[in-house]
């Protein structure tokens, strides 16, 4: 399958701060996935992205897809205690490759 | 809101015994994946079902672990005989068709091999 590497491995982010984490492919993509995970439960999916250039946005997330369709970025504004976990992008070719996750830890 | 069930949720053996994982995926859900997640890492996809056949199976070791889906429905994972490597978390998912945008993970199970 494809290989997704992820950005960077582990983010502690002070509560009400914004941060950014990246998914990035050596190869073009038919569409990524986006889960979170809590801590110790299991993945929850998020979104898919498909287009090129394409920005969705889910309440205080923003996930864009590359131009080229070879990377992704999650971006987290005024993070809460709640953003805490593992964030996952996948790439789908009719099967999941995931990347292995930004640990995401906030300080209150 | 229908949900993935799986058991056990957690299981300690010992290396070379055999143990086996029971997934039920959401109603109507057609495609079914088992995935092994080593912590810390993201989840690696052992084998994908489409109804009863195997779609994906080529990261299953096929010399120690096996995989059914008689009815299309419900799904075991077996290992036999477990190794030390084998201690990791054990995810089932179904989507309702292969390629669908949203997979739903079960809650998992953590097997521990001693």
């Known amino acids: 399958g494809q290989q997704v590497m992820q950005i960077p491995q582990y983010q502690h982010v002070q509560e009400g701060e914004d941060f950014t984490t990246y998914c990035n492919s050596s190869?073009?993509?038919?569409?990524i996935q986006w889960y979170k995970q809590r801590p110790g439960g299991h993945p929850v999916f998020l979104i898919q992205l498909v287009k090129s250039g394409e920005v969705k946005k889910q309440k205080r997330l923003t996930f864009q897809f590359g131009e080229a369709k070879k990377n992704s970025s999650l971006h987290i504004t005024a993070t809460q205690t709640t953003d805490v976990g593992t964030y996952f992008c996948?790439?789908?070719?009719?099967?999941?490759?995931f990347g292995a996750g930004t640990t995401v830890t906030v300080r209150a | 809101e229908a949900e993935v069930a799986q058991s056990p949720r957690y299981k300690i053996t010992e290396k070379s015994q055999a143990v086996a994982f029971w997934c039920d995926p959401i109603s109507g859900h057609a495609t079914l994946y088992w995935y092994r997640q080593i912590l810390g890492q993201g989840p690696e996809l052992l084998v994908q079902f489409q109804d009863e056949s195997v779609v994906d199976d080529s990261q299953l070791p096929k010399d120690r672990f096996s995989a059914e889906r008689l009815k299309g429905v419900d799904s075991t994972l077996k290992i036999q005989p477990a190794e030390l490597g084998d201690s990791a978390m054990y995810l089932c998912a179904s989507s309702l068709a292969v390629g669908q945008e949203t997979q739903y993970f079960g809650p998992g199970t953590r097997l521990l091999v001693l």
């Open positions: 996948a790439a789908n070719d009719y099967k999941l490759s």
């Open positions: 190869t073009t993509l038919s569409n």
